[in-house]
């Protein structure tokens, strides 16, 4: 269990970001400067930086945990699972807001899909994330297989799936935008997803098999 210091310290952490995030949306990622938010929050402006170095961390903090679960589903999967197998069960069960129907989570997603694709700077930042992903998993990959160092088939499975993800976010973000919402749209991405999978597999489905 958490101590109280680590407790106190996830709360200042998410003050922070949700205050960023509300002010992100009402005026737009690049109109709002780290002393406003620090302001609206009620903190300094070296308290902003001490738990996100740099202003795109305010909106992307919670994607680091994401890759440790991503690689923890790849490298924890059962015997007789391939890493797309693993992979897919992983990035199926991640729903977030797209999991919720109700009128404030559709506003709450319309408005940070909003803000994501009209941010030139936060659209940079999510390719260097996803970048990131690939070189994390290509490795976990080569490991596994004991790839040499110019086996390019760690590098191409794992760009495969994390541009599959890509995909399916950029998919998500048009629907949305174009006004989808609630179980319809869900329905709509895994459909998207499944198919995408099946055209993977064809070519990845028995590859790191355990």
Avoid: C
């Amino acid at each position: 269990m958490a101590g109280l210091r680590e407790r106190k310290k996830e709360q200042t952490r998410r003050l922070i970001a949700e205050t960023a995030r509300r002010l992100f949306s009402e005026r737009g990622f690049e109109h709002v400067t780290i002393a406003e938010i620090a302001e609206a929050a009620e903190v300094a402006v070296q308290t902003v930086f001490n738990y996100f170095p740099t202003k795109e961390d305010l909106v992307y903090w919670r994607l680091a945990s994401f890759e440790g679960e991503l690689l923890a589903a790849v490298r924890e999967r059962e015997p007789g699972r391939s890493a797309l197998e693993a992979f897919k069960t992983f990035l199926l069960a991640q729903q977030g807001l797209l999991g919720r129907t109700d009128d404030q989570a559709h506003e709450e997603l319309l408005s940070f899909t909003r803000m994501i694709t009209e941010s030139p700077a936060l659209r940079a930042r999510e390719g260097q994330i996803l970048a990131g992903y690939t070189d994390a998993l290509a490795a976990l990959l080569a490991e596994e297989t004991g790839a040499e160092r110019d086996d390019l088939r760690p590098r191409v499975a794992a760009g495969a799936m994390i541009g599959l993800h890509r995909s399916l976010i950029d998919y998500s973000r048009t629907r949305i935008l174009a006004g989808g919402s609630g179980a319809r749209l869900t329905r709509d991405i895994r459909a998207q997803a499944q198919h995408a999978f099946e055209l993977l597999e064809g070519g990845l489905g028995d590859y790191d098999r355990r």
